[in-house]
């Protein structure tokens, strides 16, 4: 019954209005999340009126979301923000209705995501693209995304997508790319082995940074703020500042999270702050490894989202659309087993 009914959606002329969302949609809304994912979504947000409602009010998540003349949501994307100082939100919560695939509504709806973008008055965002298939991949860079980075086994087999490819015995590789629109021109501070990497990327972005490496370490206290996800078995570190005690904070954090068995830890660096070099440097040494360049991303400053891996994941199934890709892919990887050989 469903092959004959994608079949005779193929050969109409599908016109969904694109939209920003309502909070009437939101009940259709989860009805789409449904149907491309089932209940294996990694986001419980996307499944909770409350909480959907909660946050587009507070203009944490710009939604667009594609919609049939009867109401019915068959596409959704967001622009998300993580708070308030956010410059460069993410794009992501890509879907649409496995029954109205190829007719170009991903396409239509990023367009218009970036049109709200640009009213935002936003430098830029950056999205996170699945590895088991191209599409998403092809989509950011038919806009000029450039590949940034990537994070090894960030989404776990649970994960089933519609009617696409899905690998069940191993957590799914997620290729990050960031969009400018504008610039904050500024200083970054990086080791120097990682410089030339920085600056290639920096150039085929059209981002203007100067990038030193200093030999300086933190002052003060450490401040930072951890969270553990233990439905996806993730955990996420974020600096503030980076203090004298950075190695002792950072080591007592790690073990606390590794308490909770997680699969992998993401820490954002904060690479406006000169005492960043050393720390990158200190961070290698207890297993973390260049995760994504994410530009503007606080405050329109930089920061480098590193990780940390403790699960085995088949690199086989890492697929990138371009060379480019490939280049990002093969920078993380040798990275992950260069620190992975001294720890």
Not at 18 to 31: C, M, Q
Not at 71 to 96: Q, Y
Not at 240 to 257: A, P, Y
């Amino acid at each position: 019954m469903r092959n004959k009914l994608n079949t005779f959606i193929m050969n109409i002329n599908l016109s969904p209005e694109i939209s920003l969302i309502t909070i009437d949609d939101l009940p259709r809304l989860i009805e789409c999340v449904q149907r491309c994912y089932g209940e294996s979504y990694p986001n419980p947000v996307m499944y909770d009126v409350v909480q959907l409602e909660g946050v587009i009010k507070k203009k944490l998540m710009h939604s667009v979301v594609a919609r049939l003349d009867d109401g019915r949501i068959i596409g959704h994307c967001a622009l998300s923000f993580d708070s308030s100082d956010n410059t460069s939100p993410e794009a992501g919560k890509m879907m649409v209705d496995p029954d109205f695939r190829g007719h170009h509504i991903a396409e239509l709806m990023a367009k218009k995501r970036i049109e709200v973008a640009k009213e935002l008055n936003l430098v830029g965002f950056w999205t996170e693209c699945v590895t088991n298939h191209p599409y998403s991949q092809k989509e950011m860079i038919s806009f000029n995304a450039i590949e940034t980075g990537l994070f090894i086994g960030d989404v776990p087999p649970t994960l089933v997508m519609q009617d696409l490819e899905n690998f069940q015995q191993t957590r799914m590789s997620l290729l990050t790319f960031y969009l400018p629109i504008q610039d904050h021109p500024h200083i970054i501070f990086l080791p120097s082995q990682h410089i030339e990497h920085l600056e290639n990327l920096a150039q085929s972005l059209n981002l203007q940074r100067s990038i030193l490496s200093p030999n300086k370490d933190g002052s003060g206290v450490t401040k930072l703020e951890a969270t553990i996800n233990v439905d996806i078995q993730t955990a996420n570190i974020s600096i503030s500042h980076i203090g004298k005690d950075f190695n002792t904070v950072v080591k007592n954090t790690l073990n606390e999270i590794e308490l909770s068995n997680v699969a992998s830890i993401y820490l954002d660096l904060p690479i406006e702050l000169e005492a960043a070099a050393n720390a990158y440097l200190a961070l290698e040494d207890i297993g973390f490894f260049w995760g994504s360049w994410l530009p503007n991303y606080r405050n329109h400053k930089d920061i480098l989202r590193l990780q940390k891996i403790y699960q085995k994941v088949d690199i086989d199934t890492i697929h990138c659309a371009r060379k480019e890709g490939e280049l990002v892919k093969k920078y993380v990887i040798d990275e992950w087993a260069r620190v992975s050989k001294t720890n």
